[in-house]
């Protein structure tokens, strides 16, 4: 994960790299494994669980 200030220039080298990051990591795929499953599994129960997440 990456942090740009909105302040700094979008053009910079640092938004720069972090947008080439981005976009590599859009085009990897990954086989869903179990051990995948069960996180997103459980990332879900978690979401859904009243009081645990508030916006």
Do not use: C, Q
Request: glycine fraction near 2%; charged fraction near 30%; avoid cysteine.
């Amino acid at each position: 994960m990456a942090y740009l200030k909105p302040s700094e220039k979008m053009h910079s080298d640092r938004a720069i790299e972090i947008r080439k990051n981005l976009l590599e990591l859009t085009d990897t795929t990954v086989e869903p494994d179990f051990t995948f499953k069960v996180f997103w599994y459980n990332v879900d129960v978690l979401l859904r669980e009243k009081g645990f997440y508030t916006v």
